[in-house]
T-cell receptor, first 111, second 115 residues
Framework: DTAVSQTPKYLVTQMGNDKSIKCEQN?????MYWYKQDSKKFLKIMFS???????INETVPNRFSPKSPDKAHLNLHINSLELGDSAVYFCASSPPGGEQFFGPGTRLTVL | AQSVTQLGSHVSVSEGALVLLRCNYSSSVPPYLFWYVQYPNQGLQLLLK??????LVKGINGFEAEFKKSETSFHLTKPSAHMSDAAEYFC?????????????FGTGTRLKVLA
């Protein structure tokens, strides 16, 4: 059973489009995260949700909007995609203070 | 403010040689510390973690790390490198602030293993 899953694995789209990435975890964790990893492998936290409530919202353009319908799901919607949004996006979950469990990543390419 | 510094964005070692990846942290409260590994085209997976029990922590694949409070360090070591250890390694700190935990990742160290 996959602990943290993301769909799609690859996403290729044109500038200006709107796209969503879905994330689900079956570990029973209350906290979920979205990270962006650029081409230099820097890992930047974007959002953190605890039991469906937003608790961390780093400096991210408001074109990015997370949605948590329940504590097992955290989706990421991106409006008006730009070239600079090309990256790998990781979803993760964790127990309080504990290790993070990462999904396999979604490679987004904006043309 | 909390921070994590990984010295050396690239480290090369020969197969069979000692692996040493450096991590220093800054935290005003006792932290939890982690090392993660990322193989090409995969997500991060946990190698080991320090959560205020033993200061020498053993992880998977023969890796270990020692928490040294006086040096604010949590360096990762492995006695003998294998080709399969080639990957990106991330040090991370988790600190409880204002009732929630904040994670901070280092910038990563790419380990290359030479035959």
């Amino acid at each position: 059973d996959t602990a943290v899953s993301q769909t799609p694995k690859y996403l290729v789209t044109q500038m200006g489009n709107d796209k969503s990435i879905k994330c689900e975890q079956n570990l029973g964790h209350d906290t979920m995260y979205w990270y962006k990893q650029d081409s230099k492998k820097f890992l930047k936290i974007m959002f953190s949700y605890n039991n469906k409530e937003l608790i961390i919202n780093e400096t991210v353009p408001n074109r990015f909007s997370p949605k948590s319908p329940d504590k097992a799901h955290l989706n990421l919607h991106i409006n008006s995609l730009e070239l600079g949004d090309s990256a790998v996006y990781f979803c993760a979950s964790s127990p309080p203070g504990g290790e993070q469990f990462f999904g396999p990543g979604t490679r987004l390419t904006v043309l | 403010a909390q921070s994590v510094t990984q010295l050396g964005s690239h480290v090369s070692v020969s197969e069979g040689a000692l692996v040493l990846l450096r991590c220093n942290y800054s935290s005003s409260v006792p932290p939890y510390l982690f090392w993660y590994v990322q193989y090409p085209n995969q997500g991060l997976q946990l190698l080991l973690k320090y959560t205020s029990a033993a200061t020498l922590v053993k992880g998977i694949n023969g890796f270990e790390a020692e928490f040294k409070k006086s040096e604010t360090s949590f360096h990762l070591t492995k006695p003998s490198a294998h080709m399969s250890d080639a990957a990106e390694y991330f040090c991370a700190v988790s600190v409880r602030t204002s009732g929630t935990y904040k994670y901070i990742f280092g910038t990563g160290t790419r380990l290359k293993v030479l035959a």
